[in-house]
């Protein structure tokens, strides 16, 4: 049983950056398509960045460019760097893990969520 943590959240001012942290136990992310999504108020959780085992890191266009997506296999660890915030990134971000799938870009073959860091970005 792969168990996520994240940490990094925070209030930032817009044009900010903040790096958000997703660490794993049970099992290593080497091993896992690793995905960050994000879910805002009154909205669904939506995909933001993927990292799919043996394929090109995927951006959703509203954060390509800003965000990179990030794996340390040696601490078990995946990264989010965020920069040039902007208000509507605020959000709680979630990390997630499933095991290699050919629908890594469907929300519904991760199997495995971290409890989320709220992100707000104050104008």
């Known amino acids: 049983q792969v168990q996520l943590v994240e940490s990094g959240g925070g209030l930032v001012q817009a044009g900010g950056s903040l790096r958000l942290s997703c660490a794993a136990s049970?099992?290593?992310?080497?091993?896992?398509?690793m995905a960050w999504f994000r879910q805002a108020p009154g909205e669904g959780r939506k995909l933001l960045t993927a990292?799919?085992?043996?394929?090109?890191?995927y951006y959703v266009d509203s954060v390509r460019g800003r965000f990179t997506f990030s794996r340390d296999n040696a601490k078990n660890t995946v990264f989010l760097q965020m920069n040039s915030l902007k208000t509507e990134d605020t959000a709680v971000y979630y990390c997630?893990?499933?095991?290699?799938?050919?629908?890594?870009?469907?929300?519904?073959?991760?199997?495995?969520w971290g409890q989320g860091t709220q992100v707000t970005v104050s104008s």
């Open positions: 997630a893990a499933a095991k290699s799938n050919s629908r890594w870009f469907d929300r519904s073959v991760y199997k495995y």
């Open positions: 049970g099992g290593a992310v080497s091993s896992y398509d």
């Open positions: 990292g799919p085992i043996g394929r090109t890191t």
